[in-house]
């Protein structure tokens, strides 16, 4: 299971108020990056029979099958600080990730 934070929540919310053709946030694991796998998301307007749904607070996130193993367990939060803003995402199965967060291994 993924848990999705309140800030992440709201955050999410607010970029699907925006996009009235999206149905979730689609969260993806893709090969590249520094460590092996990267971090991807987007605003999806379909959702396949096969993906994974989690709901909160009225919003969706999508995960496909290929990427549900590669993040299971994992927090999707969202921060907003004078560093940057941007979601992060803290899954337990990264053995090694890069120093910017958006890559990892397993």
Known sequence: ????????SKKIH????DDK???GL???VKGGGCSGYSYAMALEPNVAEDDTIIEKDGI???IDPQSMPLIADSVVD?????MGA??????????KTCG??????V
């Open 1 to 8: 299971m993924i848990t999705i934070t309140e800030f992440a």
């Open 86 to 95: 941007g979601f992060q995402i803290k899954n337990p199965q990264a053995v």
């Open 14 to 17: 607010c970029l699907l108020d």
């Open 78 to 82: 969202y921060s907003d600080s004078l």
């Open 26 to 28: 689609r969260i993806f």
């Open 100 to 105: 910017c967060g958006s890559s990892f291994g």
């Open 60 to 62: 969706q996130v999508i």
């Open 21 to 23: 053709e999206a149905k």
